[in-house]
């Protein structure tokens, strides 16, 4: 199974700059790394995904050095409703599908 | 109506019930999932659809039976269940099953079950 280390919590106060990091030592040549939002009673929400360097989007920024054994996701000015749990992964082909999730990131942001 | 949809939201069942849960996505995906999330666990994958055809079974006990009759519609058969298997049941569908499209799964927003 594709595993992941990520913090179990987090804590940011409004308008500041978040990074959680996620380290995946495992990752081979052809995994994508991605990053999910759940908020509570929901479904998780797909935010960003990369390859290595960096990506961006109107959400967050992925970086990824160039080994790729970790990535940092960073959510620029964070407010309220950011609080949630961000899930770190990727695809683990090897002949037999999994995706697995592991237990994320709980992030509350502090008003 | 886009995304994926889930019904019923809330569903509560007696153990010796038969219930079934319905999952719909309105993407164009060939690829659809179930997962599991009890509280303050992980989410377990349970079974991956392709293209209709099931793909992945993750040692999922007999009393949860999923259906795939298309590429749009996604069911998980439940009977005789058991109070652990309270959870959140969470569909999901992505373009495909491999490269880098089968990262990026859209949710629905899951069936909360509570079996007494």
């Known amino acids: 199974l594709a595993k992941t280390t990520q913090p179990i919590s987090m804590d940011s106060y409004e308008g500041q700059e978040v990074n959680i990091t996620c380290s995946h030592n495992n990752i081979a040549t052809n995994d994508y790394i991605t990053w999910y939002q759940q908020f509570p009673s929901q479904g998780p929400r797909f935010i960003i995904q990369g390859y290595k360097t960096k990506v961006t989007n109107e959400v967050a920024s992925l970086f990824i050095p160039a080994d790729r054994k970790s990535s940092t996701l960073s959510l620029p000015r964070v407010s309220l409703s950011d609080t949630a749990v961000y899930y770190c992964l990727y695809f683990s082909g090897a002949g037999s599908y999994q995706l697995t999730f592991g237990k994320g990131t709980k992030l509350s942001v502090i008003p | 109506e886009t995304g994926v949809t889930q019904t019923p939201r809330h569903l509560v069942m007696g153990m010796t019930n038969k219930k079934s849960l319905k999952c719909e996505q309105h993407l164009g995906h060939n690829a659809m999932y179930w997962y599991k999330q009890s509280a303050k666990k992980p989410l377990e994958l349970m079974f991956v659809?392709?293209?209709?055809?099931?793909?992945e079974n993750n040692s999922v006990p007999s009393r949860f039976s999923p259906e795939c009759p298309n590429s749009s519609h996604l069911f998980l058969h439940l009977h005789t269940l058991q109070p652990e298997d309270s959870a959140l049941y969470l569909c999901a569908s992505s373009p495909s099953t491999g490269g880098p499209g089968a990262n990026v799964l859209t949710f629905g927003a899951g069936s909360r079950l509570t079996v007494l």
């Open positions: 659809y392709n293209f209709k055809e099931q793909t």
